[in-house]
Nanobody, 123 residues
């Protein structure tokens, strides 16, 4: 499966942005999907994940209450709505498909990764 993340760009602090992750090649409707991010000089970190049917979601403490993950399996798409953005949210954001149906958070459990999309939050 190929994943493509999009929707990044430059936004002011306090603003909102919505990222999309589209799967092609085969569906990921039976798999959990996660979002991760990596800032320059920092390790990749978990942001959010959603189970195959949207029934369970997981968030990093740093984004809980500000970010919302959702999915539309009919469109083979997962979204990340980001509100109240902060400069420390600036990073390259990646989506990934889990090896199972759960909303996992360990990068090693995600065999498929898309190319990232840059999010830059200005102060």
């Amino acid at each position: 499966v190929q994943l493509q993340a999009s929707g990044g760009g430059l936004v002011q602090a306090g603003g909102s942005q919505k990222l999309s992750c589209v799967a092609s090649g085969r569906t990921f409707s039976n798999n959990g999907v996660g979002w991760f991010r990596q800032a320059p000089g920092k390790e990749r970190e978990f942001v959010a994940a959603i189970a195959w049917n949207g029934g369970h979601k997981a968030y990093a403490d740093s984004v809980r209450g500000r970010f919302t993950i959702s999915r539309d399996n009919a469109r083979n798409t997962v979204y990340l709505q980001m509100n109240s953005l902060k400069p420390e949210d600036s990073a390259v954001y990646y989506c990934a498909s889990h090896r199972s149906a759960i909303a996992g958070s360990r990068p090693t459990d995600f065999p498929y990764w898309g190319r990232g999309t840059q999010v830059t939050v200005s102060s």
